[in-house]
């Protein structure tokens, strides 16, 4: 399995040939669903979900995703699935396993909105703007690293608490240089603890897994 990081919290996964689209949302750049054979959107949030590049997918593309997504995207091309904690399905070669249900509280004025993970094949755990327990092993864990929601003190313990084989970080498109070698440097301290690949992948870059 192949992942391709794209900016701030949109990735690429391939395999035999078939690509999956995790969460192409506007903070990501261009052609987020070039080639894609399916797509996962985990939440509403602008971030994660730009429907114009939805309302671009062909007819008959598949995009799976919790109800209050399904509902913003109701009349697109593409058939839209809408799936809840616990579900299973198959998609572009694919097996899917959904986990969470809710995003993580951002604010006390802020209505707490749905979000659905992903876990893909067993192998890898994407859990949106949330910090859900997978319920299992993890080989490959998307670890959210800088956001509005997100404390230091709870992603890391999230990352023990998991402990993955390999961790990547995402969701970090609003940091700037300096914050970017802060989380790369608690990171690299993180991976030392557990005896795990755990690391920022440059935009662009890709990674087997």
């Keep these: 399995m192949k992942l391709t990081k794209f900016g701030h919290a949109c990735w690429h996964v391939e395999k035999d040939g ?18 894609a054979d399916a797509i996962l959107i985990t939440h509403e949030h602008f971030d994660h979900l730009d429907p114009e590049v939805l309302r671009a997918a062909p007819a008959g593309m598949e995009v799976w995703t919790c109800q209050a997504v399904a509902d913003k995207l109701a009349g697109i091309p593409a058939t839209v699935h809408a799936v809840r904690h616990g579900d299973t399905f198959m998609t572009a070669g694919f097996t899917v396993r959904t986990v969470g249900e809710w995003h993580a ?16 094949d067993e192998q890898l755990f994407y859990p949106g703007d949330a910090l859900t327990p997978p319920g299992g092993e993890v080989p490959t864990l998307l ?9 230091l ?11 993955p084989a390999r961790a ?5 498109g609003m940091l700037n240089e300096i914050g970017h ?3 790369d440097g608690w990171l690299e301290s993180e991976g030392d603890k557990l005896k795990a690949d755990v690391r920022r992948i440059h935009v662009g870059d890709d990674v087997e897994v």
């Design 143 to 151: 670890l959210p690293t800088s956001a509005p929601w997100l404390r």
């Design 168 to 172: 990547y970080s995402t969701h970090d």
């Design 105 to 120: 509280p951002v604010h006390p004025d802020v209505a707490i909105i749905q979000n659905v993970g992903f876990f893909v």
């Design 18 to 35: 078939r690509r999956l689209v995790i969460d192409p949302g506007s903070f990501s750049g261009t052609g987020l669903i070039d080639g």
């Design 153 to 163: 003190y709870d992603m890391v313990e999230y990352l023990r608490s998991v402990h």
């Design 181 to 183: 070698r802060l989380i």
